[in-house]
């Protein structure tokens, strides 16, 4: 099992960037995919959610209106569009999958980073 994120870096404040997770070694269509992110002294914070189809997304109060979660079944990716990003959005991006509301099973990647700042 394999989760790859891609896509981070350094951007200036109310720029875009759009964070890519390439799955392998599991069902991509079966599993519940997530965006979390953590900064040093912070708790793991979840940005965003989709469900295996895609059909129900949910997103931190933070990031509501700003980004956006999806997935191409076709390539088993989990995309993360960032706009109008702000320097309190700077962290390690995460994906995450996982199977069922009782996550039998729970998949990380390596993690990206993401720095906003002029």
């Known amino acids: 099992v394999q989760l790859v994120e891609s896509g981070g870096g350094l951007v200036q404040p109310g720029g875009s960037l759009r964070l890519s997770c390439a799955a392998s070694?599991?069902?991509?269509?079966?599993?519940?995919m997530s965006w979390y992110r953590r900064t040093p002294g912070k708790e793991r914070e979840l940005v965003a959610a989709s469900t295996s189809a895609g059909g129900s997304t949910n997103y931190a109060d933070s990031v509501k209106g700003r980004f956006t979660i999806s997935r191409d079944h076709a390539k088993n990716t989990v995309y993360l569009q960032m706009n109008s990003l702000k320097p309190e959005d700077t962290a390690v991006y995460y994906c995450?999958?996982?199977?069922?509301?009782?996550?039998?099973?729970?998949?990380w990647g390596q993690g990206t980073q993401v720095t906003v700042s002029s």
């Open positions: 070694g599991f069902t991509f269509s079966r599993y519940d």
């Open positions: 995450n999958a996982y199977l069922g509301p009782s996550r039998v099973f729970d998949y």
